[in-house]
């Protein structure tokens, strides 16, 4: 049987437990290291350990939806975070076209060291709503806030609206 997330073979036919050492049961003394974990097991679960710590932990998620307006810069993390790297993965998929044209541009920015990175993705102007537009971004962090934000334009006597879902995890290193 192997491990679906670290590959590793469960050491199943070793013991998990220590028994009793030869030494101890002929002076019939108790064995100090008797019922700790074997060495298979200690490796195995020490590697799991190791994969899951490098594995990405969501931070904060939103969801504004139905939205008609353009979003001003919002604190995606939600308040203080520590410093490292993030991945933020977002989708963006117009619910209602426009009578006659829409546009909507997701952007965020973030602090690292002393400036303010951007990204800002390509304007959606499809106008349809099967119109959408997906990315996800790595950013390195010196703390709080990574923001995001909309800039949305609408013609017609029908607005254009919108649904906006966005991810921020934290990762390693």
Same mark, same amino acid.
């Given at each position: 049987m192997t491990n679906l997330? $670290? #590959?590793?073979? &469960?050491?199943l036919s070793d013991a998990i437990a220590?028994?009793?050492?030869?030494?101890? $049961?002929e002076r019939r003394q108790p064995d100090p290291l008797e019922g700790l974990i074997t060495r298979p097991w200690q490796d195995w *679960? #020490?590697? /799991? /350990?190791?994969v899951i710590s490098a594995v990405s932990t969501s931070v904060r998620s939103v969801s504004p939806s139905d939205q008609s307006a353009s979003i001003g810069a919002t604190d995606l993390a939600g308040g203080a975070i520590n410093a490292g790297l993030y991945r933020i993965t977002y989708y963006?998929? &117009?619910?209602?076209?426009?009578?006659?044209? #829409?546009s /909507?541009? @997701? $952007? *965020?920015?973030?602090?690292? +060291? +002393? @400036?303010?990175? $951007?990204?800002?993705g390509a304007a959606i102007t499809g106008n349809t709503t099967t119109?959408?537009?997906t990315g996800t971004l790595m950013v390195r962090a010196? +703390?709080?806030?990574i923001r995001y934000a909309t800039t949305y334009a609408s @013609? +017609?006597?029908?607005?254009?609206?919108y649904r906006l879902d966005v991810v921020l995890e934290a990762v390693g290193a």
């Open positions: 997330v $670290t #590959s590793e073979p &469960i050491p220590r028994p009793a050492r030869r030494e101890y $049961t *679960f #020490s590697n /799991l /350990l190791r963006a998929r &117009i619910t209602q076209a426009a009578t006659v044209s #829409s /909507l541009t @997701v $952007t *965020f920015d973030w602090p690292d +060291g +002393g @400036v303010v990175p $951007t990204f800002s119109t959408y537009q010196s +703390g709080a806030p @013609v +017609g006597g029908t607005p254009m609206k």
